[in-house]
């Protein structure tokens, strides 16, 4: 499964725990309009750091806070490139 992919499955499995109307997820969603609280986001980082392996929040000094969901998707993707290689 693709990083987005398992960015997305996480999102949808957690607005449903969650109870929460989550957005359509396409790469210009901004994150504050997608539905989920901060709670949420907590939420999304931990999953996503068990089931990746990283959290790209804490490798890079330089990680920009992601505004919409296609940066989310290149923070991670950027984080398991380096981790890869």
Known sequence: MTV???I??????IA????K???????DLVLL????DSLCFAILVARLE???G?????LADDTTLPLT???LVRVYDNAHADAAG
């Open 54 to 58: 990283f959290d790209p929040f804490t």
């Open 8 to 13: 997305m499955s996480e999102m949808q499995q």
């Open 33 to 36: 309009d997608s539905g989920f």
């Open 50 to 52: 068990d089931k990746l």
């Open 21 to 27: 109307h989550l957005s359509s997820l396409t790469d």
């Open 69 to 71: 969901f296609g940066d």
């Open 16 to 19: 449903k725990e969650q109870d």
């Open 4 to 6: 987005k992919l398992t």
